[in-house]
């Protein structure tokens, strides 16, 4: 069956990085897009970035809290994708999942959009 493990997340600083990754099984990760989503204690699951599953489908996407910060990447090849988290702030406290998405394009911020999902890893931001 399809897996997707999240790993990386952490206690850092405000201003500190951390970069999580997210593995992949039970798929054909080259033909998927990969989503990365976050959830604050008390609040709905919100959109963070989505890559495509290649540069032919358009560049990444990123929300408005996040862009200049946090970079996604992905590698085919080892079945992951990534999420640089740079210039980390106590509001990016929050769980953070990826998910992957069978529809092509990028910005693609509706959860229903997404056909898989990891369990999510902690990242606790402190002031």
């Known amino acids: 069956q399809v897996q997707l493990v999240e790993s990386g997340g952490g206690l850092v600083q405000a201003g500190g990085s951390l970069r999580l990754s997210c593995a992949a099984s039970?798929?054909?990760?080259?033909?998927?897009?990969m989503g990365w989503f976050r959830q604050a204690p008390g609040k709905e699951r919100e959109y963070v970035a989505d890559i495509s599953w290649s540069w032919s489908g358009g560049a990444p996407s990123y929300a408005d809290s996040v862009k200049g910060r946090f970079t996604v990447s992905r590698d085919n090849a080892k079945n992951t994708v990534y999420l640089q988290m740079n210039s980390l702030k106590p509001e990016d406290t929050a769980v953070y999942f990826c998910?992957?998405?069978?529809?092509?394009?990028?910005?693609?911020?509706?959860?229903?959009?997404?056909?898989?999902w990891g369990q999510g890893t902690q990242v606790t931001v402190s002031s």
């Open positions: 998910a992957a998405r069978a529809r092509l394009g990028v910005g693609v911020r509706r959860l229903s959009e997404y056909n898989y």
């Open positions: 039970g798929l054909t990760f080259s033909t998927y897009a």
